[in-house]
């Protein structure tokens, strides 16, 4: 079983997009170009799908934007970021066939701005192009991984994101062992892992690319029309048979301190903790487990609310439920048909194996598999940033 970044791709061939990359025409956080025009990736660049690859912004610091700005004519970029430190500016452009700096008109609308992103000087911060749909995700990955943390004061996503990526750019430029052609690739975007396959399209061989493997890391992560009907076919592949047995617990003893609360209250403390807290709560004791069931109205809550499954935040299940064939009539709860357990346990997946996976998961949507994978690229990177500063605070 491969790791995630376990070998490197064969340098001897370069795809459009590694050259993209080299030359910092691309978006550290998913690893696509900004643009696809051409019949080079044999793709129809008006296709909806792929639309969301020329919506992209410049992040990073208010400081250092008027180091990184080419031509502005005298005009001042917008910074509609909200922050009075952090720039996010309007929706950019890029051509593969301009200048290769980034052009943003000004707030007049009449005057252009250009923009020479991602480079590296040393005494300033780099200026981030980054795909809209990539910024959404990552800040529902900071938003999502901080949000039961108590500490006071928690920082603004934007801001964690921009840090984030200085941190790891600024490591990529400062290491003596890092060749100039992979010194922007921040997330190991270029690694090829045997279980889980390229990490992008900058990993794709020339025979991955030749035989259009691109195609799921350009589609839209954000749209997720498709991805209903994808949870849908999972929950119908999913029933739960007649015959299963119901395994009973039973007490062992009497019960105890929080085991002793009226349901009525209990109910009302899971219903302000989150989810994982209940799930914690449940494993503590057979009286607990008894009192707080982590049955199939527990797990299609779960996804009914996103509590588990943060990722795919836009879930219809009205529509879903609505459109589920109800095999046990007599019950008086449609939706007790469906092993929602393991429909959740099965979309709880972030990284899909490309061999041995489950059946139920061959038919992920192009889009829902890019959300993925760009949801766990940002999640393994805030893991790894959190344990290193674990890691130095024990040391002091």
Not at 186 to 205: K, M, Q, T
């Amino acid at each position: 079983m491969g790791g995630l970044h376990s070998s490197k791709v064969e340098e001897v061939w370069k795809s459009d997009a590694r050259y993209a990359m080299e030359a910092g025409t691309f978006c550290v956080v998913c690893g696509s170009p900004f643009d696809i025009e051409g019949d080079v990736y044999n793709i129809d660049p008006k296709d909806i799908r792929f639309q969301w690859l020329n919506n992209l912004r410049l992040l990073g610091s208010m400081a250092d934007v008027a180091e990184h700005m080419v031509a502005s004519e005298g005009s001042i970029p917008v910074n509609v970021s909200g922050l009075p430190d952090i720039y996010l500016s309007e929706i950019a452009s890029f051509s593969l066939t301009g200048s290769g700096y980034f052009r943003i008109v000004d707030d007049a609308g009449q005057d252009d701005i250009w923009f020479d992103a991602l480079s590296y000087t040393g005494d300033h911060g780099t200026l981030f192009p980054l795909h809209e749909g990539c910024i959404v995700t990552s800040c529902r990955v900071i938003e999502h991984r901080y949000s039961t943390k108590r500490e006071v004061g928690l920082e603004p996503t934007l801001k964690i994101l921009y840090r984030l990526l200085s941190t790891r750019f600024d490591q990529r430029k400062c290491c003596p062992d890092e060749s100039n052609e992979t010194s922007n690739d921040i997330f190991d975007l270029c690694s090829f892992s045997s279980e889980y396959g390229a990490r992008s399209v900058l990993a794709l061989s020339r025979l991955d690319w030749w035989g259009g493997k691109y195609d799921k890391f350009y589609t839209d992560p954000i749209e997720g029309k498709s991805t209903a009907s994808f949870v849908q076919r999972v929950l119908q592949s999913s029933p739960r048979r007649r015959d299963e047995p119901e395994y009973v617990l039973k007490a062992t003893r009497e019960p105890q301190r929080l085991e002793r609360l009226p349901t009525e209250m209990m109910d009302a403390i899971c219903s302000y903790l989150p989810i994982q807290s209940v799930i914690a709560l449940h494993r503590t004791s057979k009286a607990l487990a008894l009192r707080i069931p982590l049955d199939s109205v527990f797990w299609r809550n779960s996804l009914r609310d996103g509590s588990l499954h943060p990722h795919i935040w836009d879930l219809d299940t009205k529509w879903i439920e609505h459109h589920l064939s109800n095999p046990n009539a007599a019950l008086s709860d449609p939706t007790a048909s469906w092993d929602w357990k393991v429909a959740a346990k099965l979309l709880a997946t972030k990284r899909f194996s490309i061999s041995g996976c489950d059946d139920r998961l061959l038919d992920v949507p192009d889009g829902f598999w890019n959300r993925c994978r760009i949801w766990a690229t940002i999640e393994e990177a805030l893991q790894e940033q959190d344990t290193t500063l674990q890691c130095r605070a024990s040391q002091r």
